[in-house]
């Protein structure tokens, strides 16, 4: 079975630009999470997906939104980027969210310049 | 609110030396505690979980305890080898409302060496 995708694996934006950012899940995973992870701030929840619907939201400005389709892929989008944005964004997968166990891509590694 | 809190590293032991990661949480309810490794360049692996109180969580040699009691999830492993080496996270998600969420610690470097 295939694991879980992101694509592109490496970007580079300047500040003000805006990126989007793709996940594709394990076939039949209906839940899809995304996380950005920094030095100094760790691993930090940005938000959840299920069943198309946004279902869990952490504490990140309206810059950062994402969405989901019917095949479960998602994908996040950061508007007006800011340096502080540099980060490696992973996406994680689960079959239902709620505890189930989350299989995590190999992450997006953005640089803002 | 709630957090995990984990030692600060890194930690560098000598190949075959006994691993302790301390991971604490702070929670409402019952959590689920979970334990991640990440090798570098990678994303996150599940290393182990736990879904209840004094439930232990075992893979690879690797074990944790769910002490409801001292709210503790300590990493262990018996005799670490260099191919250990890499970035542990504890983390929870709660029991209902917050679905998929992962709240995790700051990470623990472990180093190895032969």
């Known amino acids: 079975k295939a694991g879980v995708t992101q694509t592109p694996r490496y970007l580079i934006k300047t500040r003000g630009q805006q990126v989007t950012l793709s996940c594709s899940p394990i076939s039949g995973h209906r839940s899809v999470s995304w996380y950005q992870q920094t030095p100094g701030q760790g691993l930090q929840f940005l938000f959840e997906y299920f069943s198309e619907t946004q279902r869990n939201k952490g504490n990140f400005p309206g810059r950062f939104s994402g969405r989901q389709f019917s095949n479960s892929r998602s994908e996040m989008n950061v508007s007006t980027l800011e340096l502080g944005d540099s980060a490696l964004y992973l996406c994680?997968?689960?079959?239902?969210?709620?505890?189930?166990?989350?299989?995590f891509g190999p992450g997006t590694r953005l640089t803002v310049l | 609110g709630d957090s995990v809190t984990q030692m600060e590293g890194p930690v560098t032991l000598s190949e075959e030396a006994f691993l302790t990661i301390n991971c604490t949480y702070t929670?409402?309810?019952?959590?689920?505690l979970f334990w991640y490794v990440q090798y570098p360049g990678e994303g996150l692996q599940l290393l182990l979980k736990a879904t209840k109180a004094d439930d232990k969580g075992s893979n690879k040699g690797f074990e944790a305890t769910y002490r409801k009691e001292t709210t503790s999830f300590h990493l262990e492993k018996g005799s670490v080898q260099v191919s250990d080496s890499a970035v542990y996270f504890c983390?929870?998600?709660?029991?209902?409302?917050?679905?998929?969420?992962?709240?995790f610690g700051q990470g623990t470097t472990l180093q190895v060496k032969p």
């Open positions: 929670a409402t309810g019952y959590p689920s």
């Open positions: 983390a929870l998600t709660l029991p209902s409302g917050n679905t998929g969420k992962l709240i």
């Open positions: 994680a997968s689960s079959l239902a969210g709620r505890g189930n166990e989350q299989f």
